[in-house]
């Protein structure tokens, strides 16, 4: 029986790759801060099923325990700050958890477990504004938030581990891709959850964002940059590329998206049409949202992924966007009758 060692596990690609593990019968740990793992989260469901290893990513001994205890065949860094916006009033601690932390875990691996598989997760926010578009495996990176900034470093700290010491390190540059599991400061989460509100006729949410106000306000949702455009797809897609990937002969690195691009309107209007609600009179632009600078629309080129590991998508964006709308109503419903 394979074993596998899953970093982040308590977020939304970390509980959808336990499951996809789990099916395919391996031993599956998780590791994850204590306060992260104590608290409802998208793995609770899988208490009893997965071992847990609890620490910090940050500490290079949490990491190396984490390691020995499990001495894994596979392991998936899915660990991270994963808010762009955010990471520009979290610099600092953005590049501790999503650069170093990823050097302490090649570091980990190369004198504890050095014939494991290492999955790690890049992001397309890399590309930040490229040179070409749609982009690949060979595209320059030209990050514009810290937060990309910190995923290039590591990706490119992958690459000297896999040069230097022979790790087996293959890293996934992963397009934006969402579910029901999002939590509600994503923004994708947040747009299914204004459509919820419209649908059930609440002008003041229950939930409120990240400046303390009801998510919902009024029967309006404020956004930021309502022309952003993202290649957007289904996570439970995404992380059956990520085992795919740990399964090749050799490492590599792959571009993994869907090809096609939205805008933050498509979203929207796609979101509140599943509820039969004009989107234009519940959502507006707030400027105090627009991030300082904003990436680029990244569109990928998946032909890597498809011609070498034969992944492909199998869920549309509008079919995402249902299933995350129905969700907020199934979740919304019961708190509107109490």
């Known amino acids: 029986?394979?074993?596998?060692?899953?970093?982040?596990?308590?977020?939304?690609?970390?509980?959808?790759?336990?499951?996809?593990?789990?099916?395919?019968?391996?031993?599956?740990?998780?590791?994850?801060?204590?306060?992260?793992?104590?608290?409802?989260?998208?793995?609770?469901?899988?208490?009893?099923?997965?071992?847990?290893?609890?620490?910090?990513?940050?500490?290079?001994?949490?990491?190396?325990?984490?390691?020995?205890?499990?001495?894994?065949?596979?392991i998936y860094n899915l660990a991270s700050q994963s808010r762009p916006g955010e990471s520009w009033s979290r610099a600092a601690?953005?590049?501790?958890?999503?650069?170093?932390?990823?050097?302490?875990?090649?570091?980990?691996?190369?004198?504890?477990?050095?014939?494991?598989?290492?999955?790690?997760?890049?992001?397309?926010?890399?590309?930040?504004?490229?040179?070409?578009?749609?982009?690949?495996?060979?595209?320059?990176?030209?990050?514009?938030?810290?937060?990309?900034?910190?995923?290039?470093y590591a990706h490119n700290m992958a690459s000297i581990y896999r040069s230097s010491y022979g790790l087996y390190i293959a890293c996934?540059?992963?397009?934006?891709?969402?579910?029901?599991?999002?939590?509600?400061?994503?923004?994708?989460?947040?747009?299914?959850?204004?459509?919820?509100?419209?649908?059930?006729?609440?002008?003041?949410?229950?939930d409120r964002n990240e400046r303390g106000r009801p998510i919902v306000e009024q029967g309006r949702l404020a956004l930021g940059n309502l022309q952003v455009a993202r290649d957007w797809g289904y996570a439970p897609d995404f992380v059956r590329a990520m085992w795919m990937i740990l399964q090749q002969p050799e490492p590599a690195d792959f571009v993994i998206g869907t090809g096609r691009l939205h805008t933050l309107e498509d979203l929207c209007g796609y979101a509140y049409e599943c509820v039969d609600c004009d989107w234009r009179e519940s959502v507006f632009s707030d400027p105090e949202l627009v991030r300082p600078l904003e990436t680029a629309h990244v569109l990928a080129d998946a032909s890597k992924a498809e011609n070498d590991l034969g992944w492909?998508?199998?869920?549309?964006?509008?079919?995402?966007v249902r299933l995350m709308v129905e969700a907020q109503i199934k979740r919304l419903k019961p708190l509107m009758t109490r």
């Not at 997965?50 to 205890?69: H, R, T």
């Not at 540059?173 to 947040?190: A, C, G, M, V, Y």
């Open 1 to 74: 029986m394979k074993r596998a060692l899953i970093t982040g596990i308590t977020g939304q690609d970390g509980s959808y790759l336990a499951e996809l593990l789990l099916d395919k019968g391996y031993e599956v740990y998780g590791f994850a801060r204590p306060e992260s793992w104590y608290r409802a989260n998208c793995a609770t469901h899988l208490a009893g099923k997965i071992k847990m290893l609890l620490g910090d990513i940050a500490e290079g001994l949490d990491v190396s325990n984490a390691i020995c205890d499990s001495m894994p065949d596979e």
């Open 312 to 320: 492909r998508p199998t869920v549309s964006f509008q079919e995402m």
């Open 172 to 206: 996934g540059i992963l397009f934006n891709h969402e579910s029901e599991r999002r939590p509600l400061h994503f923004l994708t989460q947040k747009v299914a959850y204004g459509a919820a509100c419209a649908a059930l006729g609440v002008t003041d949410s229950p």
């Open 93 to 152: 601690e953005t590049l501790q958890v999503n650069g170093l932390a990823a050097v302490r875990l090649f570091e980990a691996v190369r004198h504890n477990r050095p014939t494991a598989r290492i999955y790690h997760a890049s992001s397309s926010e890399m590309f930040g504004r490229p040179s070409k578009a749609p982009q690949d495996e060979d595209t320059a990176f030209s990050p514009v938030n810290p937060y990309a900034a910190t995923k290039v």
